[in-house]
């Protein structure tokens, strides 16, 4: 009798228990997306014509989000080709400009099932969403302008054509069975972490369900 009161008295605490998340403003995956989409874009810049020259970056026309990798990145694709970063355009052979077209997410979302029903005033309790079938895909975006010159003369030594790239994150499920996540988001976070495709998607539908509470 004493097991049972115990047992049941334990029920009723477990079915108490909280527990707080807490999470950054942007989420990991949208910052995946547009990091990856911004690399594919700079790859597709051929740099080989400033190889081993002193280089000063000008970014002023630069305005777009995580621009700070978008600079870095670029720092590194020039210094892997032997450049020299300069501080001033006085310093260097070749001015390099970079100026972004778009940088960003879009994000698109289909569902079978009941939508989150709100209760009436003064209730602030809304009936959860109740997906059968949920699909979802998430899209990062960039696109670059890159022109160099030299410093001197102001010929043109690099006048390329618009660099531009996607990447994507996609999810689907099934009530009742395991969320499946697929593109080169998942692709690549698989490659370096190892992590599973379902714990991706759990863990991607599990912050967007609390963005909408």
Avoid at 107 to 113: A, I
Avoid at 189 to 212: P, V
Wanted: proline share 4%; hydrophobic share 45%.
């Amino acid at each position: 009798m004493r097991l049972c009161l115990l047992a049941s008295l334990f029920a009723l605490l477990s079915g108490c228990a909280t527990m707080k998340e807490s999470d950054t403003a942007r989420t990991g995956v949208e910052q995946l997306l547009i990091s990856q989409a911004t690399d594919h874009a700079l790859d597709k810049v051929d740099l080989r014509p400033v190889a081993g020259a002193k280089v000063f970056v000008d970014t002023q026309y630069l305005d777009c989000v995580d621009k700070n990798y978008v600079i870095v990145s670029l720092h590194q694709r020039l210094m892997a080709i032997d450049c020299r970063l300069c501080d001033k355009a006085d310093d260097a052979d070749v001015v390099l400009e970079i100026a972004s077209g778009a940088v960003g997410t879009d994000r698109h979302e289909l569902f079978v099932g009941i939508p989150e029903i709100p209760l009436p005033p003064p209730s602030p309790i809304a009936l959860p969403k109740l997906a059968v079938f949920n699909r979802a895909k998430a899209m990062g975006t960039a696109k670059f302008r890159v022109v160099a010159f030299d410093a001197k003369s102001h010929r043109a030594v690099i006048n390329s054509d618009v660099a531009l790239a996607r990447s994507d994150y996609r999810h689907w499920s099934v009530i009742g069975s395991n969320s499946v996540a697929s593109g080169t988001v998942p692709d690549e976070l698989k490659k370096q972490t190892g992590e599973s495709e379902s714990a991706l998607a759990f863990s991607h539908i599990a912050r967007k369900q609390s963005t909408e509470r």
